[in-house]
């Protein structure tokens, strides 16, 4: 019932996240997301990326392995399944330690996760200016959680005064772990089938094939492996569109380094990851670091780079020391040797590891926050709105529209051999029927940063007019320029020179 009920598009956690709603319709009507199965009415917190949001997810994976593969002579890919041996989940403390602690609302009917609960009330506080409440409240929520004291925690719910928004009351259950991992059966034969999980992070595939890897590709330590795949997480509040999903997608890498040197590759991986972030073109004051209060079981210190959504600074990408838990613990239950010869040191340990784990969908979500923009051009009557999505030219879904200005007198012939002649290396549209005016708008709508426009005048000097999506400037320029013009914009390479 809960999982299937209907959906709007719009389902969101509370008013702040108002000024989110132009931009999810926008991704909607132009083609980037659409709710799951939505002639159904949709499934919660699941998402189907559409013709742009395609393109534009491609690019940002695409971006992120190059810059972890490519770029970093010592780490290497892998594309592990998304099915693994169940011991996989115990030994990665899934099994009895993915919790949730989730709390309902009887009259309402609605259920929230107990720990954000207590954490909304807090920025609440923090907001009337109360920030010692704040902080004794989310210490104290942290004592209680640490203790796994359930009731306690229900009880600070109460005397904190927290009521449910819906139903204004707080007429509340008992709070209750809930683990958030999906389960399903494997095998044809009921009898033999054996329970397993769909994975919740990609972060496993990597360390049982740790020794894989390190052998075949002769890694020496310190190495990574960089994996893109599906997770699956049956979240308790999964609202706030692509902000959290029952199905994502994670970017992740483990680099496995010698014990006793977490602080300094921690850091490291920090500052590398943050610049990675500022290099797509988000301005730095929209992106802060986090320190976690409270460690996940496998940590030694942990960060969030966060953004600054229209609904507050929120976690994109968690960077995590998460010692040897991972390889100890599987070493012990699969009784096989985890470890590595260190040829400097002359010694056999079991490597830590640093993780930097970002989410592909919210860094979409980022991406489409970040280049949401209105402005008003003109004046007097002549002032209008203008809409555009401001990518970064290399993330573009579509790199150039070729634009004849009329559909005849061989303007669409030009505008063909155009397209045929960039197609092998661009992602291009090709549009020859309404008005320039409402072609340029229409591409500024899907940030693409390059409208070609064919007019007569091309016929004789066999030059076009070049369109910038974010000044609307024009220019003239030689047909036989636009490949090296737009290649200059779009290469990567510009992203890749801000790493450095
Ligand atoms: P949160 O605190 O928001 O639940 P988390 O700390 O559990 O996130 P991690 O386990 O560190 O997240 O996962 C790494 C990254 O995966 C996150 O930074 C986020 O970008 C992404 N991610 C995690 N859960 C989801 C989800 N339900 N939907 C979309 N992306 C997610």
Partial sequence: MYIFATITFYEIMN????????II???????????????????QAVYDYGPYGVELKNNLKNLWWQAMVKLNENVVGLDAAIFMHPLTWKASGHVDGFNDPMIDNKDSKKRYRADVLLEDKAAALAIEGKQADADALL???????SAEDLSGVRQLIIDSGIVCPISGTSNWTEVRQFNLMFSTQIGSVADDASNIYLRPETAQGIFVNFLNVQKSARMKVPFGVAQIGKAFRN?????QFIFRMREFEQMEMQFFIRPGEEMKW?????????KWHKALGIPADNLRFHDHDKLAHYANAAVDVEFKFPFGFKEVEGIHSRTDFDLGNHQELSKKKMQYFDPEINKNYVPYVIETSAGADRLFFMLLCNGYKQITVGEGENEKQRTFLKFHPALAPVKAAILPLVKKDGLPEIGRKIFDDLKYDFNLIYEDSQSIGKRYTRQDLIGTPFCIAID??????EMVTIRHRDTTEQERVKITDLKSIIDKEVSIKNIFNELV
Wanted: charged share 30%; net charge negative.
């Fill in 266 to 274: 921690y850091e490291h991986w920090k500052q590398v990851r943050l």
């Fill in 139 to 145: 210490k104290q929520m942290g004592q209680l959680l």
């Fill in 235 to 239: 979240e308790i509040v999964a609202r």
């Fill in 456 to 461: 007569h005048q091309t016929k004789e000097d």
């Fill in 15 to 22: 008013e702040q996240d108002f000024g989110i709603k132009e």
């Fill in 25 to 43: 319709s926008h991704a909607k009507e132009y083609g980037f997301v659409f709710p799951s199965s939505e002639i159904y009415d949709g499934l």
